[in-house]
């Protein structure tokens, strides 16, 4: 292994770290890039990226049992820590026959619920006994952090057992009030379907599932939601309904008639968020929030999702808000630019009215 490519990795994810980037991206005949306000910049200081560098790279990253999978695979996902300074999400992939990284920088200290604006009802629902709540979003919203600061939060406040299933761990969790498990798909549990058998039989008052989950599994999960446990889950949707369109949608061998009907008993809130560049730097949160109240529910058991959009909009008197409501106090608050906002928006109409009224 040679000691100028581990003193460059090192350089590159100290650069990255120091100077708050959320991504870094390696790839042969490229300067690393970081991306850096919702903005990539290639790192200047450093040299283009060759062959030899990127499979020493893969030495360097990965470790011994993820670099079999990456062969065999080739694309894999792993956990990376950089002394006791950073820590990182690593995804190992090919492109035109070199391997390819892609980093996401993990603060080691998991950011507080009130630092990321997360919406005042999802908080206080982190301490309800059971139930579901869902944290949608696409890749880079924030979704990851999100799940570790509601769990932490949970951690600090209350006597818990804290179960999660990641695949990888990201955030580092250290016990306070709670005892908490992080288990890691592959390491820890063979597989989605074991994890959850296992945990039938063991003693769990809140869950975190960061994994993506096969239809097949959600049932389990909806029952442990509805027998005791806390479920926080993220999913991959870019607003509240869609998460609950794909959870509802008839699948093979899965009973959409009976999954509708747990999820309606057991749905606390769904909350989607998406982050955009903050003035004078930085990122911030929208979000959206679909409470479940009664008439979610029975729209949901009706096999009605589709409507829960006019509920949304509707519904801000019971605490739930649009996309369109966040993106417009995000604007008269000075956090984001107008046209940014409603480059993000999916009712520019709304968001506009929204804007204009005092």
């Not at 998460?243 to 769904?270: K, Q």
């Not at 993000?344 to 804007?355: D, F, G, I, K, P």
Request: glycine fraction near 6%; hydrophobic fraction near 45%.
């Amino acid at each position: 292994m040679a000691t100028t490519d581990s003193l460059a990795i090192t350089r590159i994810l100290t650069a990255a770290a120091e100077r708050q980037s959320s991504d870094v991206h390696l790839s042969v005949g490229n300067q690393p890039m970081l991306r850096r306000s919702g903005k990539l910049e290639p790192l200047a200081e450093e040299q283009v990226l060759t062959p030899e560098a990127m499979l020493e790279f893969v030495e360097l990253l990965l470790p011994q049992d993820k670099q079999a999978v990456f062969v065999q695979q080739r694309n894999v996902t792993a956990g990376y820590n950089l002394g006791n300074r950073a820590r990182f999400r690593v995804h190992a992939s090919f492109q035109k026959g070199y391997p390819s990284f892609d980093l996401r920088y993990v603060p080691l200290q998991v950011p507080t619920a009130a630092s990321l604006n997360l919406p005042k009802l999802l908080i206080d629902l982190a301490s309800a006994r059971e139930g579901l709540l869902l944290v949608a979003g696409t890749f880079g919203s924030g979704r990851t952090t999100t799940l570790a600061a509601l769990l932490d939060l949970i951690n600090h406040n209350h006597a818990k057992h804290i179960v999660t299933l990641e695949d990888p761990i990201e955030y580092l969790m250290v016990n306070d009030k709670s005892l908490i498990e992080q288990r890691d798909l592959g390491d820890d549990v063979p597989g989605v379907p074991e994890a959850l058998a296992s945990l039938k039989q063991q003693d769990v008052d809140v869950l975190g599932i960061d994994v993506t989950l096969p239809p097949s599994n959600w049932p389990d999960v909806l029952r442990l939601a509805s027998a005791g446990t806390l479920v926080i889950v993220v999913v991959e949707a870019d607003s509240t309904v869609r998460a609950l369109e794909y959870l509802t949608s008839a699948w093979p061998g899965v009973d959409a008639e009976s999954v509708r009907l747990m999820l309606s008993e057991c749905l606390l809130a769904v909350s989607a968020q998406r982050l955009l560049p903050r003035l004078g730097g930085g990122r911030v949160l929208a979000f959206e929030l679909l409470l479940g109240t009664p008439a979610v529910k029975s729209l949901i058991r009706d096999g009605k999702v589709v409507q829960l959009q006019s509920v949304l909009e509707t519904s801000r008197a019971e605490g739930m808000v649009s996309l369109e409501r966040s993106l417009a106090n995000l604007v008269k608050t000075g956090e984001v630019m107008s046209d940014e906002a409603l480059a993000q928006s999916t009712n520019h109409e709304a968001l506009e009215s929204m804007l204009k009224a005092k």
